[in-house]
């Protein structure tokens, strides 16, 4: 990621824990950039293994909970995961999810059509859309290739 477009992601998160009175740490904001600069989906072990290279003294205690205090304010998103560990999406926009289920991988795509899809009255009387967010599961081309291989 450029590091223009990284600071103004780093300023924007300043931004909303400031609207939020979550005081601003430097670890905090050190945990976001290893965030944004993830493009796997990390998990909060992954994160902790990578935040503690740069604050030797923080624990896995601190980082799983601030990941989970930055769900909480909106500045990441939890992925449906299917059972494994928890894993974040600092990428906020509308967007969906290829799940592989061999090797766990994560892949964001958009899709017009799914952004669209119509809420069932049902649920529209009952209950407040705020986003949708679509999850496909199966098999990406790397592990469909190594099934073809055997």
């Known amino acids: 990621m450029q590091d223009t477009k990284m600071d103004q992601r780093v ?4 931004e909303t824990c400031r609207r939020r009175q979550l005081k601003i740490t430097p670890q905090r904001v050190g945990i976001y950039r290893v965030l944004i600069q993830s493009k796997r989906h990390p998990t909060a072990d992954l994160v902790f293994k990578t ?3 740069e604050f030797p003294n923080i624990s896995f205690d601190t980082v799983n909970r601030t990941l989970s205090t930055f769900a909480e304010i909106g500045v990441v ?3 449906e995961t299917f059972g494994g560990p928890k894993r974040f999406d600092p990428d906020i926009t509308d967007h969906h999810h290829l799940h592989c289920m ?3 991988r994560i892949i964001d795509f958009e899709y017009e059509g799914y952004a669209r899809l119509e809420v069932p009255k049902a649920i529209a009387t009952t209950f407040k859309v705020i ?3 679509v999850v496909l ?3 990406c081309d ?3 290739a190594k099934q073809q291989m055997f």
């Open 11 to 14: 300023q924007l998160f300043i």
């Open 51 to 53: 935040v503690k290279k």
């Open 77 to 79: 998103d939890v992925v």
């Open 102 to 104: 061999a090797c766990g």
């Open 131 to 133: 986003s949708r967010r």
């Open 137 to 139: 599961k199966g098999l």
């Open 142 to 144: 790397t592990c469909t």
